[in-house]
């Protein structure tokens, strides 16, 4: 997350028609943050309040289209890079309410972030099994390919070579594309099992005292 004070510094640096060109033409790709620090900078230099209005309404459409896209199952350009950000927070230990203001804090639309913190782990067992897949079918595919070709050079058929380059190729590409892909998804899973886990334990604690506390009572 980029540190407030440097954002407000940067555009106390700036003039008034800088800021009023930022507000105008980015607005739209400015963090909640970044865009909540314009806002305070126009206040305090009193520059027409419609065009910081103007620019939160576009900010405000971009984000129901992007969620609307999402909705209908052509937004992936949208949602990959809130994926892949989720996930490196996700890998780097922070907890789904870290992740889930991060995420507003890049202008994610509240819906939208809560669909992507809350489908983590049913995202990651997915990608863990599909990487999974193609280790396995592309594993299968390289070795049978490789086992013909060289059984075909040991003992030439009707004295023709078999290279089954396709098959080779093919699997080797699948193999190591699963592969790359699997330790990262498997700790990302993990990493959300393990959260899950401790929330449904503090969840059961909580339900745990009321019970003892209404027993007392």
């Known amino acids: 997350m980029v540190d407030a004070l440097f954002i407000k510094q940067s555009y106390a640096k700036l003039a008034d028609g800088q800021l009023m060109e930022l507000a105008k033409k980015e607005s739209a790709g400015l963090t909640a943050q970044a865009f909540n620090i314009l806002k305070e900078e126009f206040e305090i230099r009193n520059i027409d309040p419609a065009i910081i209005e103007e620019a939160e309404q576009k900010r405000l459409l971009k984000q129901e289209s992007d969620a609307v896209k999402v909705r209908e199952g052509a937004g992936e350009e949208i949602l990959k890079p809130l994926w892949n950000y989720a996930f490196f927070d996700m890998i780097d230990g922070k907890t789904y309410q870290e992740i889930f203001e991060g995420l507003i804090d890049k202008g994610v639309e509240e819906q939208l972030a809560l669909q992507i913190t809350e489908g983590?782990?049913?995202?990651?067992?997915?990608?863990?099994?599909?990487?999974?897949?193609?280790?396995?079918?592309?594993?299968?595919?390289?070795?049978?390919?490789?086992?013909?070709?060289?059984?075909?050079?040991?003992?030439?058929?009707?004295?023709?070579?078999?290279?089954?380059?396709?098959?080779?190729?093919?699997?080797?590409?699948?193999?190591?594309?699963?592969?790359?892909?699997?330790?990262?998804?498997?700790?990302?899973?993990?990493?959300?099992?393990?959260?899950?886990?401790?929330?449904?334990?503090?969840?059961?604690?909580?339900?745990?005292?009321?019970?003892?506390?209404?027993?007392?009572?």
Not at 187 to 199: A, D, G, S, T
């Open 120 to 217: 983590l782990e049913l995202k990651a067992d997915k990608l863990v099994k599909q990487s999974s897949r193609k280790i396995r079918i592309g594993g299968l595919f390289f070795f049978v390919g490789l086992a013909v070709t060289f059984i075909t050079l040991a003992s030439p058929f009707n004295g023709r070579y078999i290279v089954m380059y396709g098959f080779i190729l093919f699997g080797g590409i699948a193999f190591f594309r699963g592969l790359s892909n699997y330790g990262t998804q498997k700790k990302v899973l993990k990493n959300c099992i393990k959260q899950r886990e401790l929330l449904e334990k503090k969840e059961h604690g909580v339900t745990d005292n009321r019970e003892k506390m209404l027993h007392e009572y």
